[in-house]
Structure formats: C-alpha cells, structure tokens
C-alpha cells in the first residue's frame, strides 16, 4: 500500500516543484523520494564538508583573478533552481539529441520538456546570454545511478566559465588574432550532423588559431593545477587525459592519484564556438570546467560513504567547522554497525528482459524509495533465461547498513519485503 503509494508520481496530472506547476507525462520518472532534496541546500550548510569544499574552491577563484581595483572577477551563483529544461541541459549545450546521457533510464524527468539538472553546465548559456563573462555554479545534480559507497542519485558540482577577448589573451603579444582569418565567423548550420567522440579533433575547432587555443588551455590548466594544489597540497601527483564532451573542444579530465589508483576530479576544455554565439558573445574565446564536490570531499575529510553527505547526525557534522577552512580534519567514524545482506529474486514478465522493459535504474528508484538510504549497496548477482518457458530472472544482492545505529534481523526483513512487494506491484515480477 504504502510503497505503491510513494512510487508513483505518474498517478499524479501535475506536479508542484519549487513554485512551479509541471504536467505529467510518459516521461516522468521523478519520485517524491528524489523531490526531498531539492532545497536542502548541504553545499551552503554551515560546518558541512561539501559548503568547505565550496568555500575553498571559491576563495580560490577570488584570489587568482582579480580586476585593477583588486576585486574578484568571478561571481558565484549556488541557489539557482535545480529544475532545468531540456534545452538548457542538453540543447544549449550541443548534446546531440540521440546522446546516451539524455536517456529516461538516466535522467530525473519530470516530463518531456524539464529535468532535474543533471550537470551545473545546464545554467551556462543563460548566464553568458545575461552577459556574464567570469562565474562559478554550484549546486546539486540528479542523475539515476546504481548503490554503493561513491555512488549516490544526488550529488553536487561546480561549474565555471572563462571568457576573454583578443586584446586581453594577447596582451603581452598585440597582433595575434582569436580566429582563422579564413572562417566565414557564420553559425554552422545546427542541423548538420555533429562530429562524435571519435571524429572530433583533438588540437582545437577550425574557427580558433592555434595561438589561442594553448595560451587558453594553459591558463586553464594552471589555474586547475593549482586549484589542486591548493586543496591536496603541492605534492598531489596529476595527470591530464584526453577525453570528448560535446560543448568543449579539445576536452580534459584531470585525475589524481589517490590510494593506489587514478580518480577523476573534472572534465574541461575550450567552450564550443557556436555555443557562445548563440548566447550573443562573437569576439571571445572561453574555458569551462565541472568538478564534483564529494569526490574532493571523500578525499581531504577521509569520508567513506557518500551517504554521510546526507546525515543530519550531530556525530557526523559536529566533526567539522569553517572556523578555519585550511585546516581540513579527517573523519572519524562514529563506529561501524553491522552489515546485513539479503537477495531479492524475481521473474520478469514474459518478454521482458533486463533493459529490454526493465532498467535496473528503475529497481534502484524503487529500492531507494521504499528502504531509503538504510540500503548501502545493492548488485545484479545473477541473470539468466529459463529454457523452456523463456522468462527471465534476476536477482539483486541488497546490502542494509544504518549509520547510526545497528538494524535488527526483523527490522531488515520487514524492509525487505515491502521491496518486494512493491516490485511485484510496480514491475509487475514473481518473487521466486
Ligand atoms: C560533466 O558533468 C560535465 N558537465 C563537466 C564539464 C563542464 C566538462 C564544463 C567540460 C566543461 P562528468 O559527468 O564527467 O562531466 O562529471 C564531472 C565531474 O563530476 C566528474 O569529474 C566527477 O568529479 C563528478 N561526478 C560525476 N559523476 C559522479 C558521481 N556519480 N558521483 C560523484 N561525483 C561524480
Ligand atoms: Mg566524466
């Protein structure tokens, strides 16, 4: 009863979402779970880890770019309204319309025309179309994703945009010039196929000279380095990786190395030209860039699950302050309660199969809908097609860990099956 009650937004005709009314339709896959976190806000709670990480990385960006008048260029933006069209997400940004990343079974749509944000890239052009030319976004994205430790539907990024003209790149250098002197400067036609990930050069887009594009990508570079550096401390080890996104080229991801293995903090790249022009902006060239704040937090606070972003424990958030922001304290963990893992196996209705009907995204939502964060993890264990009558089966593997408390057996059971019967109700599946 209960279940089926908090799993299907798709009964309701509209939705009422930060002072905005949405019509439901076929799209809508928000679920009132996903919906409590909007305005929540952890990135500008006082003496939370991600608002230190915000903090640090905004006093960053004040101290290395600032005017004549030794104020800071950039301007930050971190309560802008998480609920996004579709063409501010994607559109704007050149994301071809048969891109993965538009997906229903990757995205929180709450109907065919907006979304909750998937990256801070969403406010970008609206921001340079405003006439802006230094900022920072920050915010929380939603994106339907699988259950463990790192992985959690919301997390929080942070955006920026560069952009300069002629005379301020090459002040030092008069006479060097943005663009090919042989580009018409005419919008390419929208509607001509785009290059893909493995067509698109590398070295820079044919309206930008080269000149540009490197002394750009070197500013930027130093500029993440340092950022870096400045939270890691000057000996954290680097490295660049070529890489494709569809609204910068060229395009990087910048890893560190971390406890034996390289974890990626953010994609960049020089922003694509037709995107500044269809904000209006003609004579400049831009850098952009996307980090993710629990990544960094995880690291400099030695925070092992993600789900601790969420706690509203005294124990978990008495541990840190902004008092003085240098000084980053590591973690303790409170202590660590028991585990308590179940399996959940079902057939799929005939001629469903996995992804084909059934997106494990979907079993995810509904997990996270009914047990809450209680679930720590969860994994597709097993699949297979039974020879004679052709269903398929599944089983899921379902981690339970309170992180404040220790959970009974019973406690654990009674949460289990209300998993399963809301996936018979809603997937319409046989518990096996
Ligand atoms: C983006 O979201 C691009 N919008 C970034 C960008 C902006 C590139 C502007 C170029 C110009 P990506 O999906 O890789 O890219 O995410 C960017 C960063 O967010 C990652 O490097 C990582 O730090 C963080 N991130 C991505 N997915 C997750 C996740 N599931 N959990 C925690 N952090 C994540
Ligand atoms: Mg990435």
């Keep these: 009863e209960e279940a089926s009650k908090i799993v299907t937004p798709n009964n309701q005709s509209q939705l009422e979402i930060n002072g905005g009314t949405y019509a439901t339709d076929s799209w809508t896959n928000v679920t009132p779970k996903i919906l409590t976190h909007l305005g929540m806000n952890k990135h500008l709670q006082q003496d939370h880890p991600l608002s230190i990480i915000r903090q640090r990385i905004v006093n960053y960006f004040y101290a290395a770019y600032r005017n004549q008048r030794g104020n800071p260029l950039f301007s930050v933006y971190d309560k802008l309204n998480p609920v996004v069209t579709v063409q501010q997400n994607f559109d704007n940004l050149l994301i071809p319309s048969d891109h993965v990343s538009r997906q229903k079974s990757d995205c929180y749509y709450i109907n065919e025309q907006h979304l909750l944000r998937a990256h801070t890239t969403a406010h970008q052009v609206e921001l340079i179309s405003g006439g802006l030319d230094n900022f920072l976004v920050v915010g929380e994205v939603y994106r339907r994703d699988e259950i463990d430790s790192t992985h959690y539907p919301v997390f929080h990024q942070a955006d920026a945009v560069r952009l300069v003209t002629k005379d301020k790149l090459f002040e030092r ?151 003085d922001l240098q000084k980053l304290t590591k973690y303790k963990p409170i202590s660590h309660y028991p585990q308590c893992t179940n399996d959940l196996s079902f057939w799929l209705p005939p001629d469903v199969e996995v992804n084909e009907g059934f997106s494990p995204n979907d079993f995810y939502d509904l997990v996270r809908s009914v047990a809450g964060d ?31 408390r220790t959970m009974t057996q019973a406690e654990v059971n009674e949460i289990h099956k209300n998993i399963a019967d809301a996936s018979v109700e809603q997937f319409n599946v046989q518990i096996r």
């Design 374 to 404: 209680v679930v720590e993890q969860i994994s597709l264990v097993d699949k297979f097609k039974h020879p004679k009558t052709g269903k398929s089966s599944v089983c899921f593997r379902i981690v339970y860990r309170h992180m404040e």
């Design 173 to 323: 250098n008069p006479g060097l010039e943005l663009f090919e002197e042989t580009w018409t400067g005419s919008i390419a036609n929208p509607k001509r196929i785009l290059p893909s990930s493995k067509f698109m050069d590398q070295t820079k887009q044919p309206c930008h000279t080269l000149e540009a594009v490197k002394l750009m990508e070197h500013e930027m570079k130093h500029v993440l380095v340092g950022l870096t550096k400045d939270l890691f401390g000057p000996r954290i080890k680097y490295r660049w990786v070529d890489t494709y996104f569809p609204f910068t080229q060229p395009s990087w991801e910048l890893e560190i190395y971390f406890k034996d293995n390289w974890l990626e903090v953010l994609g960049c790249g020089i922003m694509r030209h037709e995107i500044l022009q269809h904000a209006g902006v003609h004579q400049s060239i831009g850098y952009a860039f996307g980090l993710g704040l629990e990544r960094l937090a995880m690291i400099l606070f030695d925070i092992p699950d993600i789900r601790l972003f969420w706690s509203n424990d005294s124990g978990f958030l008495s541990q840190f302050s902004e008092q």
